[in-house]
């Protein structure tokens, strides 16, 4: 009789860098937007300028939406097929927004690239969690976030280059090429992680008992709100990014170059954390990094301010290697604490804490960016302000136990 081949699970490196781009299609969808914002506005007919930031906040959207689907569809019928149906919206996404005719058709577009995305964002963090817990899941998701910033520190140089040889829309082209790489790398090469006996029935029972564990759960609920905190000063910074540096500081076609720098920060951060974890502990790291991220921004905010929110650039760039330095700390650690007690439930706990975050994030970011007023203080502002939330939450939820 003929003997079944039992697949061999990818070495630690391509694990590691396989769950990187599989997260990686968001960075992609979104940084490498960065330097054409204002041409797809102005083609497409968006309004005013800061309604260009719409083609990053309706990807968010379609995020936050997707994540409440994927994470309990995967509990159910494993991760593979959960994430394999995220690519195909993705993909459909991206071919909507390369024929896209008006603003409106962008956006419907980015929202279905965000749909799908959500997919491979969500899944894979409970694929992970299959594999892993505690600090030995914090490292892994530092490693993943360490490979992963490298997208985003090239991804608007991407972008702007593409810019200088072809048209806009040859950004969605690219980004539907990688994503087919993508679903052929996983599909070929990484075995299903949750065996047919561990499914749960898909349920909107179960679904709820699931939603209902994971938010009465106080680590699980605190990092989330936390982290969405945190992400929401990111997406902010995301959403205004362009208009400063391109528009406050006139870098022009320097831009991916400084967005890049900023970006590495947080990659450091992140590889830098995955060998410390093992032997300090995500919550005193976490503890740290968020005084440290709330301390330096509002002393900023203080120094912009006196400068009428036109500070000299390497000013903005000193304080924003060591705020996305923080961040680069607590971007895994965060993750990786919600999830800490909630391994039997995974796809349902990743959807929560992916879903809640990034509706957090969402709004707030969203804030941050609609703010801006052609200075730095809605931007810093944000970080210090956000920061400071972040604090009392994490006392709150680590409440009775020494943190620091």
Not at 27 to 50: F, Q, T, V, W, Y
Not at 189 to 207: D, M, V, Y
Not at 243 to 265: H, N
Request: glycine share 12%; hydrophobic share 55%; charged share 10%.
């Amino acid at each position: 009789m003929e003997q079944k081949t039992v697949r061999q699970a990818p070495a630690l490196g391509e694990f590691v860098v396989l769950m990187a781009l599989l997260i990686s299609l968001v960075a992609l969808s979104i940084d490498a937007m960065l330097p054409a914002l204002s041409e797809i506005g102005g083609e497409l007919g968006a309004r005013r300028s800061n309604d260009s930031q719409l083609v990053i906040s309706a990807l968010f959207l379609g995020l936050a939406a997707g994540q409440l689907v994927y994470g309990p569809l995967s509990d159910s019928i494993g991760r593979k097929p959960a994430i394999y149906g995220g690519l195909v919206l993705f993909l459909i996404g991206c071919l909507l927004s390369i024929v896209s005719w008006d603003f409106s058709a962008m956006l419907a577009g980015r929202f279905l690239q965000g749909l799908g995305a959500a997919g491979p964002r969500i899944v894979t963090i409970a694929l992970v969690r299959d594999r892993y817990e505690g600090r030995a899941m914090a490292r892994i998701m530092s490693l993943v976030m360490a490979v992963f910033i490298i997208v985003p520190a090239v991804a608007p140089a991407l972008g702007q280059g593409i810019l200088l040889f072809a048209h806009w829309r040859m950004i969605f082209v690219i980004l539907l090429l990688l994503a087919v790489v993508a679903f052929i790398w996983f599909g070929l090469r990484q075995e299903e992680t949750l065996p047919a006996g561990r499914r749960r029935p898909f349920s909107l029972g179960g679904i709820a008992s699931g939603f209902r564990e994971t938010l009465a759960d106080r680590c699980a609920l605190g990092y989330t709100i936390a982290a969405g905190l945190i992400f929401g000063a990111f997406v902010g910074y995301l959403a205004s990014a362009q208009q400063i540096f391109q528009e406050l500081f006139a870098l022009g076609q320097l831009f991916p170059i400084y967005f890049a720098v900023l970006a590495l920060a947080i990659g450091g951060a992140s590889y830098l954390n995955a060998r410390l974890v093992m032997q300090h502990g995500m919550r005193r790291l976490s503890w740290r990094a968020l005084q440290v991220l709330g301390g330096v921004s509002l002393v900023y905010f203080g120094v912009a301010a006196a400068l009428g929110g036109q500070p000299p650039l390497w000013t903005l760039m000193a304080w924003g290697m060591a705020a996305f330095f923080c961040m680069g700390i607590l971007f895994g650690n965060f993750n990786a604490m919600a999830m800490e007690q909630l391994g039997h439930i995974a796809g349902v706990a990743a959807a929560v804490v992916g879903s809640l975050t990034t509706v957090i994030s969402l709004v707030l970011g969203t804030w941050i960016g609609q703010s801006y007023d052609g200075t730095v203080l809605p931007l810093v502002g944000g970080f210090a302000l956000l920061g400071a939330a972040s604090i009392l939450v994490m006392h709150w939820t680590e409440r009775g136990r020494a943190v620091g």
